[in-house]
T-cell receptor, first 112, second 117 residues
Framework: AQTVTQSQPEMSVQEAETVTLSCTYD???????LFWYKQPPSRQMILVIR??????QNATENRFSVNFQKAAKSFSLKISDSQLGDTAMYFC?????????FGKGTKLTVNP | GAVVSQHPSRVICKSGTSVKIECRSL??????MFWYRQFPKQSLMLMAT?????????EQGVEKDKFLINHASLTLSTLTVTSAHPEDSSFYIC?????????????FGPGTRLTVL
């Protein structure tokens, strides 16, 4: 079975600081994708960042970057210069395309 | 970017009635759409895969006779909750697949909050 584990139910960070959210997954697949989605209070799912498993280079999108360790099956999200608008639930997701398997989520609060 | 809409955004119904939720891809065609269910403070659970022109594929434990899915066109999938009961109250989210540059991406609708009295 393919599973995604987010071990941090809740985290908080001060505005402008850096925070890292953890995610591990379990799969026997070799070709897959990993995603981080953000779900703000509006509950609209928003794609934050995507990583193709065949790429060794870690993905980055502005203030968001990942640390992808394929052998360890680890996929953490680093948010730099945290902003109040980053307050949301963050879901790690594993994809043997086209399906998505979600972790339980981490509630991130950015404090002023 | 690709936009997916859902209608209605909120619905309240009486126990025993049926409710239909629509999911539309507004600016692209989607042969595959997904339906998810999300309970408060929990993650998204995949209910079924909706394929245009064919029967939906349901995840284990999801009652196909209770959650009817129709994907009649490349831009519309519907989820009908039949004989709704209070335990069906939840947040239902759809997504549509768009393939760009050889990569799949799921675009999500804004969700529908169903309350069954």
């Amino acid at each position: 079975a393919q599973t995604v584990t987010q071990s941090q139910p809740e985290m908080s960070v001060q505005e402008a600081e850096t925070v890292t959210l953890s995610c591990t997954y379990d799969t026997s697949e070799n070709n897959y994708y990993l995603f981080w989605y953000k779900q703000p209070p509006s509950r609209q799912m928003i794609l934050v960042i995507r990583q193709e498993a065949y790429k060794q280079q870690n993905a980055t999108e502005n203030r968001f970057s990942v640390n992808f360790q394929k052998a360890a099956k680890s996929f953490s999200l680093k948010i730099s210069d945290s902003q109040l608008g980053d307050t949301a639930m963050y879901f790690c997701a594993f994809s043997p395309p086209p399906k998505l398997v979600f972790g339980k989520g981490t509630k991130l609060t950015v404090n002023p | 970017g690709a936009v997916v809409s859902q209608h209605p955004s909120r619905v309240i119904c009486k126990s025993g009635t049926s409710v239909k939720i629509e999911c539309r891809s507004l600016d692209f065609q989607a042969t595959t759409m997904f339906w998810y269910r999300q309970f408060p403070k929990q993650s998204l659970m995949l209910m079924a895969t909706s394929n245009e022109g064919s029967k939906a594929t349901y995840e284990q434990g999801v009652e196909k006779d209770k959650f009817l899915i129709n994907h009649a066109s490349l831009t519309l999938s519907t989820l009908t909750v039949t004989s709704a009961h209070p335990e069906d109250s939840s947040f239902y989210i759809c997504s549509a697949i768009l393939m760009t540059s050889g990569l799949y991406e799921q675009f999500f609708g804004p969700g529908t909050r169903l309350t069954v009295l």
